[in-house]
């Protein structure tokens, strides 16, 4: 298993620009999300999915989109990059088969660090 | 707000002794709180979690305790190794909602 993957690893972006993170694993998992780690402020929660076809918001999901069409994968849009975007992002799984709090044990992936000029 | 808050930005131990690792959180609705632990350029790795209905959790060289009415957790590393020197995050969760404190970079020193 690859377990969660994030591709692109660096990624450098104009304000204004939209693009998407690309997630993926292939652990069968039905809980994914994303978080946004910024200097001094750990990880903040942008969007999770209990399953296809489900997204919901986190704590800080505004200027970005989720979908979620396959298990497998869970892409994070950036729809108009603003400085305030520049961040290092992580996407994670969970193997939990019951949506309660313990699905926030999960895997993550190595991130994907944008920069936003 | 930062509804959890890790207030020790960094602790050195030296290898052998006892690393305690403290969080506190204000959100009364989280029942489950996790450690998590981050080697540079590298995701979080899950490393032990508690439920609020118990007040201890051990795993090997890792044990959690959790004070309730003092909305108060720590991680206790024993005996303290250098390959335990990271960043470790203290995180409190309930459903649909999850929470990170900044993070306490632990160093272990041979």
């Known amino acids: 298993n690859a377990g969660v993957t994030q591709t692109p690893k660096f990624q450098v972006l104009k304000t204004g620009q939209s693009m998407t993170l690309q997630c993926a694993q292939d652990m069968n998992h039905e809980y994914m999300s994303w978080y946004r780690q910024d200097p001094g402020m750990g990880l903040r929660l942008i969007h999770y999915s209990v399953g296809a076809g489900i997204t919901d918001q986190g704590e800080v999901p505004n200027g970005y989109n989720v979908s979620r069409s396959t298990t497998e994968d869970f892409p994070l849009r950036l729809l108009s990059a603003a400085p305030s975007q520049t961040s290092v992002y992580f996407c994670?799984?969970?193997?939990?088969?019951?949506?309660?709090?313990?699905?926030?044990?999960?895997?993550f992936g190595p991130g994907t660090r944008l920069t936003v000029t | 707000d930062q509804q959890v808050k890790q207030n020790s930005p960094s602790l050195s131990v030296q290898e052998g002794r006892i690393s305690i690792l403290n969080c506190d959180y204000t959100?009364?609705?989280?029942?489950?709180f996790l450690w998590y632990k981050k080697y540079p350029a590298e995701g979080p790795t899950f490393l032990i979690s508690i439920s609020s209905i118990k007040d201890k959790n051990e795993d090997g060289r890792f044990t959690v305790f959790l004070n309730k009415s003092a909305k108060h957790l720590s991680l206790h590393i024993v005996p303290s190794q250098p390959g335990d020197s990271a960043v470790y995050f203290c995180a409190a969760s309930a459903v649909g909602d999850m929470r990170f404190g900044a993070g306490t970079r632990l160093t272990v020193k041979p």
């Open positions: 959100n009364s609705m989280f029942d489950y």
């Open positions: 994670a799984s969970s193997s939990t088969r019951t949506w309660d709090s313990s699905a926030w044990e999960q895997y």
